[in-house]
């Protein structure tokens, strides 16, 4: 028995000299190697594919420029994991780059070569040959021992909430975290949590998050916290919160399987190698019991729940007929203040009122939803006399006190006298054209007469006959000008009307102006707000009444050309896309956008000149 076994002797030892051979020779020149996992898949599978490079000081390793995956799609990758280990007082290692891939059809492919910069020499991989196959293959039971199977309950993702039960608009904060006693090189959200029945603002993240060591069921973990939202219900009932669901690309040891005793040797840690795997992991679903509000609530309660503030101004309240009033409507405090509906004032049937803006200010800070909704009104009181504006209401329903508050705004008086010019801007201004002005007007005193002399009264007749014709037809000139612009600003859709071409050039040169910036989201929201506008304004149509399709129906019975509309409709459906999927365009069609959208604009504007002049 003994001399069997000191026959095994020589092999092993040739087997660590073959062993040590291979290390230090990779050490010394630095291997670059790629391996798929499966080689052999079906459309519709993935598989794994990995470049590893062996070499003497993995930290030199840079530039992995990965080849050309255009037969497939790249589900994750590259994922990084670095192996260290010494032998005779050498150190030696290995970095994997590893790709998850997903194959699109079935067919014969080629992956090309990676390279690597190694210490200033561009090193390459070998390429690899794919064979997917038409259908699925038969699943194969997945091994106790195969890469990732014995996690277990070493990697897990736990969904906590603040509240169990709370009543309806009522803030709750849900917290998802990543429990890991494994090595995690990465993750991302494969699938967001559905939050039916609620209203959700995300807390930002940090892009490195803090762990800290927790203790759950008994085990120390590492934690950290990947997605925090605060929920409000906006129904009543037992709500369910659905799992979120995490990749995490999670390092293990390989292990050889068999039996022969070689293969246990190797199971060795000392002999194991470390390979990336993405594992998918679902977090446990939450319930949460919304209790409804009171049933007494009072007139006037649109679902505004928290502590709030309510106040309105305006800017003035001594005006003329024809001047403009600002009303400023604020509501702030902490709550749903995305979802609460501002009071509408009730005018005076003589002060016409515009489309409100409405303007939101959200913080998130301190785990508490607050905010302030404000919305501002422009007023024109069209006859003189006094006018009253009755305070407006706002109701809601408080959590502290569980009752509902009903808060007022202050009552105010107008004193609106007869009228004069209507001005667009609600504070009056001096421009630097109206001071020089008036410096031309001051004159310095003369202190003497000087030298008098006889003027040549040749010429003085024609002199007086365009004296005595020319300040009347001045004063006629004005005063036709004059009733001209009371009849425009006092019909304020008919301005917007006429000044609509205008206001859309404007808005495409601050557009031009964006992209010549590189700020291809506000340009391509700008040129969407030019066109929005200019169509409202065109068809005098209020913002709240615009539809696109009417607006298509309108421009036909106008006339407009049928190649102009079509222009127009797909050049704002083209900036909307893009708002949404910046990768889809590029820099020559943000240009022809810009044309496109110039174009139809010139085009409106010639058949409604014809129009006009027929």
């Not at 009752?403 to 004069?420: A, D």
Request: include cysteine; charged fraction near 25%; hydrophobic fraction near 35%.
């Amino acid at each position: 028995m003994i001399d069997q076994k000191r026959k095994y002797y020589p092999h092993i030892i040739g087997l660590f000299v073959v062993l040590f051979s291979a290390v230090s020779l990779r050490a010394q020149d630095g291997i670059f190697t790629a391996a798929a996992d499966p080689m052999k898949v079906a459309a519709g599978e993935q598989f794994q594919l990995t470049f590893t490079f062996n070499g003497s000081d993995v930290n030199s390793v840079r530039n992995l420029k990965a080849p050309d995956f255009n037969q497939f799609v790249v589900i994750s990758g590259p994922n990084q994991s670095t192996n260290m280990q010494w032998i005779n007082g050498q150190m030696s290692g290995s970095i994997a780059f590893t790709y998850i891939l997903y194959a699109r059809q079935a067919g014969k492919f080629t992956i090309g070569s990676a390279v690597i910069d190694y210490k200033g020499k561009a090193i390459t991989s070998n390429t690899i040959q794919i064979e997917v196959t038409q259908g699925k293959p038969k699943q194969q039971q997945k091994q106790p021992d195969q890469p990732g199977a014995d996690i277990g309950d070493n990697l897990i993702v736990r969904a906590f909430s603040d509240k169990q039960r709370v009543r309806l608009g009522e803030q709750l904060i849900v917290t998802f975290k990543l429990y890991t006693r494994v090595s995690v090189s990465g993750y991302n959200l494969a699938k967001a949590p559905a939050f039916d029945g609620f209203w959700g603002e995300d807390f930002e993240m940090a892009k490195q998050p803090n762990q800290t060591n927790e203790t759950l069921n008994g085990k120390q973990y590492r934690s950290v916290v990947m997605k925090k939202t605060a929920l409000f219900a906006t129904q009543a009932g037992n709500l369910k919160i659905a799992p979120l669901e995490v990749r995490c690309a999670v390092q293990v040891q390989t292990k050889r399987r068999g039996n022969d005793p070689f293969d246990q040797f190797f199971n060795d840690p000392f002999f194991q190698q470390v390979q990336t795997t993405n594992l998918d992991v679902k977090s446990n679903p939450l319930s949460i019991t919304v209790d409804p509000l009171p049933i007494n609530a009072p007139s006037g309660f649109s679902g505004a729940i928290g502590r709030f503030t309510f106040n309105a101004s305006v800017d003035k309240l001594s005006v003329k007929a024809g001047d403009p009033i600002t009303l400023k409507v604020t509501i702030s405090g902490s709550g749903n203040i995305k979802l609460v509906t501002l009071p509408k004032p009730q005018l005076p049937t003589d002060i016409e009122s515009y489309e409100p803006k409405i303007s939101e200010d959200i913080s998130r800070d301190g785990g508490i939803i607050r905010g302030r909704k404000t919305a501002e009104y422009l007023l024109i009181p069209r006859n003189a006399g006094q006018r009253v504006l009755e305070p407006m209401p706002f109701v809601y329903f408080d959590l502290d006190r569980k009752e509902y508050i009903t808060l007022r705004s202050p009552r105010f008086e107008f004193s609106i006298e007869p009228g004069k010019e209507y001005s667009g801007s609600s504070a009056s201004t001096i421009s630097k054209e109206d001071v020089r002005i008036l410096g031309e007007d001051i004159r310095f005193l003369k202190l003497s007469i000087g030298t008098l002399q006889q003027k040549n009264e040749e010429g003085s007749t024609e002199w007086f006959v365009i004296g005595m014709v020319l300040p009347p037809l001045i004063f006629a000139a004005a005063w036709f000008f004059r009733k001209r612009m009371e009849k425009i600003y006092g019909d304020m859709p008919r301005l917007l009307f006429e000044t609509a071409g205008r206001e859309a050039s404007h808005r495409l040169k601050k557009a031009r102006a964006l992209l010549e910036q590189g700020n291809t989201e506000s340009y391509h929201a700008e040129i969407l707000k030019a066109l929005t506008e200019y169509l409202e304004h065109k068809l005098r149509t209020a913002k709240a009444d615009f539809v696109m399709d009417t607006a298509v129906t309108q421009l036909q019975h106008c006339g407009v050309k049928e190649e102009v509309i079509q222009s127009l409709k797909t050049c704002m459906e083209r900036a909307e896309f893009v708002r949404f999927a910046p990768s889809s365009d590029t820099t020559e069609t943000r240009k022809e956008l810009l044309d496109v959208a110039a174009g139809a604009i010139n085009g409106i504007e010639q058949t409604f000149s014809k129009r006009g002049a027929s």
